[in-house]
C-alpha cells in the first residue's frame, strides 16, 4: 500500500511563500519520478512540477521561475518551495508519480489560497 500525505498549505498574500511537503509510507521517491499536481476550483488537475530519481526537474510555464521542487530520498520527502504566489495558484495541491499518477495513490490533498 502507498500512501502520501501533504501538507504546508494555507492561507497566504499576493507575493508571499509558502513551501508545500509530501511524506510517501515506503521507499518509492528514491526510484520514482515524483510531481506535484494542483486543481483549482472548476479545474482540470494539472502537473506543475517534476524531479526524477537523477534530479531532473520540470515546471509548467505558469510557475517557472517562481516554483521549486526538490526531494530528500532519505526522509521520503518532495518539497515544493513557492514564492511569489498569486491568486491563480489557489488550488489544492497533490504530490503523486509523474508523469501518470496511480489513481489509487492520491491524498488528500493540502489547500493553498493566495489572496489579493
Known amino acids: 500500500q502507498v500512501q502520501l500525505v501533504e501538507s504546508g498549505g494555507g492561507l497566504v498574500q499576493a507575493g508571499g511563500s509558502l513551501r508545500l511537503s509530501c511524506v510517501g509510507s515506503g521507499r518509492i521517491f528514491s526510484i520514482n519520478t515524483m510531481g506535484w499536481y494542483r486543481q483549482a476550483p472548476g479545474k482540470q488537475r494539472d502537473l506543475v512540477a517534476s524531479i526524477t530519481r537523477g534530479g531532473y526537474t520540470n515546471y509548467a510555464d505558469s510557475v517557472k521561475g517562481r516554483f521549486t521542487i526538490s526531494r530528500d530520498t532519505p526522509k521520503n520527502t518532495v518539497y515544493l518551495q513557492m514564492n511569489s504566489l498569486i491568486p491563480d495558484d489557489t488550488a489544492v495541491y497533490y504530490c503523486?508519480?509523474?508523469?501518470?499518477?496511480?489513481?489509487?495513490?492520491w491524498g488528500q490533498g493540502t489547500q493553498v489560497t493566495v489572496s489579493s
Open positions: 503523486n508519480f509523474a508523469p501518470t499518477p496511480p489513481t489509487d495513490y
